[in-house]
């Protein structure tokens, strides 16, 4: 089973640069695709950005533009840049992994990322 810990949130000011970090604890990450979700109060999870093994990206149109998808197949990590924040983005934010295409029914503690002034 992966376990995934998510990390890198805070309060930022609108228009501020956070970087989001998810650890995986699985040998086989590479052999994933990985996405971001977030979850705002009161709302449904919402899918924000995933990238394939071949590392080719995908985005909300929300955050198309804004945020930016990386992985890092040796340290079992995936990014999210996230520029331009607005308080719109304002939620916690999960990643997982994904087969055909759904996350994993298991999820990591989430970051709390709140924008802000």
């Known amino acids: 089973q992966v376990q995934l810990v998510e990390s890198g949130g805070g309060l930022v000011q609108p228009g501020g640069s956070l970087r989001l970090s998810c650890t995986a604890s699985?040998?086989?990450?590479?052999?994933?695709?990985m996405a971001w979700y977030r979850q705002a109060p009161g709302k449904q999870r919402e899918l924000v950005a995933t990238i394939s093994r071949t590392t080719m990206a995908n985005y909300a149109d929300s955050v198309k533009g804004r945020f930016t998808i990386s992985r890092d197949n040796a340290e079992n990590t995936v990014y999210l840049q996230m520029n331009s924040l607005k308080p719109d983005d304002t939620a916690v934010y999960y990643c997982?992994?994904?087969?055909?295409?759904?996350?994993?029914?298991?999820w990591g503690q989430g970051t709390q990322v709140t924008v802000s002034s």
């Open positions: 699985s040998s086989i990450f590479s052999f994933y695709d």
């Open positions: 997982n992994a994904l087969v055909t295409g759904r996350p994993l029914a298991s």
